[in-house]
């Protein structure tokens, strides 16, 4: 017989305290059945919770080499997906909230995807011989099926300018979706014309490009980013630096070109943290990255005399992560003490079978 699921109206109305409480009481009946993975950028009421902390990947590998049977992923919907893809058949992928998404993206779909890959064949007639597809991990799984079917690969904010060698030494053009801020930074970085790196618009035709445009494109940028590092701005940098001036800055690949240019040190969320924790005591940080994450890394470094400053004036968090709160937390584990599996994700297997192919491109690349 199948067991029904608690309703989360019961946990909607509980106080932090109790949730917290239900949490840690959850968590130890479960014992090691459960692993709990936290992004960098979660909630602190959720975090301290986690087995494991790091980046998307790094947490999707991680947890495949357990033995846990639930890997409960506090992070948002493309990260449980990886986390699917890359598991033990045993293993179950759950997002505590199917809210949680990322509106970088979703700023891609395979129905744009499809119609910009059917428009360039009409202007370059064969571009599976031409472009090499590139998708940003932080993209939904059938993008990077689309990218494994293709000839094409995944990459990380570590590895992109790896993966950008990889398809250039294929094919002449790339197209990079869905942050066309990292596109831009990596192509910058491998000395590619900012002329020749052009912005593909999915909502208009050919992308709002020329025939010319598109044949005389190295790299066709999507036009899509992340709600939180755009806000980031070179007057931020120069404001600090005029009260800071012996400060450094460091920045995330998907902030705008003149953040990055105007950094100190530009990387991905595990480069910055380590980036801060390897320098010299005393040293003081603009950091342009997500708020929880700069939060942390400003109290973790108090005790070395570090100073760790975020780069906005204004309040800016993942707010898609920040819905996974101590509340969901709480009902789904108390689900799975009762046996049952709320929020599993599940990549279809035929979708999933070349998003691996285009996952282990860049595995193998990197």
Known sequence: MQVASISFDRFNVLQDQEAQERIRAARAKLGDRAVLLCHHYQRADVYQHADLTGDSLKLARLASQTESEFIVFCGVHFMAEVA???SKPHQI??????????????MANLAKVTRCWRELTEVLETPD????????????ADLKAFCGEHGGIVCTSTNAPTILDWAFERREKVLFFPDQHLGRWTGFKKSIPLEDMVVWDPDLEYGGLTPEQIRKAKI????????VHQMFQESHIRRWRMQHPD??????????????????YVGSTEYIINTIKAAPEGTQWLVGTELNLVNRLAEEMKPEGKTVQFMAPTVCMCSTMQRIDPQHLAWTLENLVEGKVVNQIRVPEHEAELARLALQRMLEVS
């Open 84 to 86: 699917d893809m890359l």
């Open 93 to 106: 992928s759950i997002l505590p909230d199917l809210a949680a998404g990322c509106s970088m993206a979703d």
């Open 129 to 140: 011989d031409i472009i090499t597809p590139v998708t940003y991990i932080n993209s939904a």
């Open 220 to 227: 066709l940028l999507w036009k899509g980013h992340c709600s």
């Open 247 to 264: 400060g450094l800055v460091i920045s995330h690949p998907e902030s705008n070109l003149d953040v990055c240019r105007n950094s100190d």
